[in-house]
């Protein structure tokens, strides 16, 4: 499951190429285990939290949420994260899954 229902709002499964050119959301994408997850570049590098800063604007204006809704959850160093989105769990992923179902793939 890509957005997870939370005690208080939700969670999104990502994966994150820093220095990736420009900032942009590529799609849903999986792990070798199947576990879905969204990609995502970032033109900023990954040092002192400047990766992990761009990557939440960039959800926050896709999204229609504050950034200040935003935060990582888990994996704050690695590619691999888990994004915390605050608010009301219904609307939340509502609004993101058809979001993401608005999503065109883009050619690898």
């Known amino acids: 499951m890509l957005v997870k229902p939370t005690a208080g709002g939700v969670t999104v499964r990502l994966r994150v190429t820093p220095r990736g050119g420009s900032d942009r959301i ?3 994408g999986e792990d070798a285990d199947g576990v879905p997850h969204l990609r995502l570049r970032v033109s900023d ?3 002192k939290g400047k990766a992990n800063a761009a990557v939440l604007k960039l959800l926050a204006k896709a999204w229609g949420v504050p950034r200040s809704s ?3 959850a888990s994996g704050e160093t690695g590619r691999n994260k888990i994004v915390a989105v605050a608010g009301d769990p219904g609307d939340l992923r509502g609004r ?3 979001w993401l179902e608005s999503l065109v793939e883009r050619p690898k």
């Open 26 to 28: 590529e799609g849903r």
């Open 70 to 72: 935003l935060s990582i």
């Open 45 to 47: 590098v990954a040092e």
């Open 96 to 98: 993101i899954e058809t």
